[in-house]
């Protein structure tokens, strides 16, 4: 066994589903098309400031008028299942209300064609586009947008409740309550520890309702998820007793504040005694923790990186290398007094750590605290600097060593944990295209597809050759190793 998980030709059974993740408002473009009303991701990218190069998804990848060629590229890469988000303005463009006929047709017409070239559709309600609408009636920092959520999951749930294998509620709703309400990088670009709080009570709410509505309506027999971005956090070596509680301070807010109630019924003690000072979290009501706890049939990982902590003894300036744009508030409450420190690389083009061993321990982690849950990789990848070359007969090629070793190195990962016992069910890929990423907008590149933005053309990059290799042989293939 390698140390620097560099491994080929280790197989994933049948079974185990290999594919990839996009979002709608980092693909589709389209923004004032067929009602579509505008999101809190339209608002914000809007606000000078905001975005790097004031980009916004107007455009994006146009993804809502080719959807149908990404869906012929899905195909040729052997792609076996695809994670999309669906835009909740496209459907109800304020939030509430009836459903738009031209938002359910552009989904059900995308199941549809995934379908039919044999793909699985893994669907994510929301992936950060909420109503702007909702955000004006205070957002994810009010109970009611909980509310609306499960209407809208319903109407999502009526119309393509017969074709969806799985259904994920949020995606990372660390990043919309944490960095949405609290440091103010995403939008809504608010910055209270009060409201990150309130948003991530009422973001686990929104979850339990909108499981319990699909439930009620749908026809086939799916799996039910949530996506999280839990943290794989360490202490600096060396920093005692103070490091280890620094650690658990973050833990209590990045992951058990999820997990606690998603996967154990209730907030964790700490949590509530070291937000003391903010909140006596009196939002959480009467019976919301049974609605939220709900069986999951496959937890959703996201992994990147780690994060590396200690206590702050204010000596010298506050490191915070968080991983995360610092856009003034902070994504941390109540914890003014942790640091975040600089990380050994390689790095990806985000500064993020390269560590396949992170993964691992998340994997193993889970599987301890939580052995009878399936688990599924619903994001993994990395931003590179990609350049794009030109073969002899003209051909554009994109050599992406650098995203190829990443991937083989987290798929390494991801198979030691399936060795090592952790029921994990699959691998989403992130992402399908270069896209629309946050506050960076188009500059950082995550795709195994090349998108070319002045012509919109598409290109596999070497990494999707290798991907698709991977999917055809289920062995993870050597770096060198392209499907033709
Ligand atoms: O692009 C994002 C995605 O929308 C959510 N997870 C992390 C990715 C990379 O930052």
Redesign the pocket.
């Known amino acids: 066994m390698s140390d620097d998980y560099r491994e080929t030709g280790l197989t994933f059974p049948p079974g185990f589903v290999i594919g990839s993740a996009t979002?709608s408002y980092?693909i589709e473009g389209a923004h004032d098309e067929d009602g579509r009303g505008p999101s809190i991701w339209d608002t914000f990218s809007r606000t000078p400031g905001k975005v790097w190069n004031g980009d916004t998804g107007d455009v994006a990848d146009d993804h809502y008028h080719r959807w149908e060629a990404d869906l012929d590229l899905m195909q040729q890469l052997g792609l076996e299942s695809y994670r999309f988000s669906i835009a909740w303005p496209r459907i109800q463009p304020t939030g509430r209300g009836p459903a738009l006929a031209e938002g359910i047709a552009f989904y059900s017409r995308l199941v549809d064609g995934l379908l039919a070239r044999g793909i699985t559709p893994i669907a994510t309600l929301y992936?950060?586009d909420l109503p702007q609408a909702l955000e004006d009636e205070g957002g994810w920092t009010v109970r009611s947008t909980a509310l609306a959520f499960a209407d809208y999951a319903r109407i999502m749930g009526e119309a393509l409740g017969d074709r969806i294998a799985v259904w994920t509620t949020l995606?990372?709703p660390w990043?919309s309550a944490y960095l949405g309400y609290g440091s103010g990088a995403h939008a809504p670009g608010r910055t209270t520890a009060l409201g990150a709080l309130q948003a991530v009570h009422h973001l686990n709410l929104a979850h339990g309702l909108a499981i319990e509505a699909l439930r009620e309506v749908v026809t086939n027999d799916p799996q039910y998820s949530i996506t999280l971005?839990l943290h794989v956090l360490r202490a600096e070596a060396g920093s005692g007793e103070s490091g280890a509680d620094a650690l658990r301070q973050i833990d209590a807010l990045a992951n058990r504040a999820f997990t606690g109630p998603l996967l154990h019924g209730a907030y964790p003690v700490d949590l509530l005694a070291d937000t003391a000072g903010i909140t006596d979290w009196s939002f959480v009501l009467d019976g919301d923790l049974e609605r939220i706890r709900q069986p999951l049939d496959v937890l959703g990982v996201?992994y990147?990186a780690t994060t590396l902590v200690r206590r702050w003894d204010g000596s010298s300036p506050r490191l915070m290398a968080d991983g995360h744009k610092d856009m003034g508030g902070s994504p941390w409450p109540g914890a003014d007094d942790v640091e975040f420190l600089p990380q050994e690389g390689p790095y990806t083009a985000?500064g993020w750590n390269i560590d396949p061993s992170g993964l691992y321990e998340l994997l193993l982690a889970l599987r301890d605290e939580f052995p009878e849950q399936p688990l599924m990789i619903t994001?993994n990848g990395a931003a590179f600097d990609d350049v794009v070359t030109t073969d002899a007969d003209g051909t554009p090629r994109v050599h992406d060593p650098l995203r190829v070793d990443y991937l083989q190195r987290h798929f390494t990962a991801a198979h030691r944990a399936r060795e090592a016992g952790v029921d994990l069910r699959g691998y989403q890929v992130?992402?399908l295209l270069d896209n629309f990423?946050?506050g960076y907008g188009y500059s950082k590149r995550?795709g195994i597809v090349r998108v070319d933005y002045d012509t919109q053309e598409r290109t596999p990059k070497d990494s999707a050759l290798w991907l698709k290799r991977l999917i055809e042989t289920r062995a993870i293939p050597a770096p060198d190793d392209l499907a033709g």
């Open positions: 979002a980092q992936h950060w995606n990372e990043c971005n996201n990147y985000m994001e992130w992402s990423e946050w995550f």
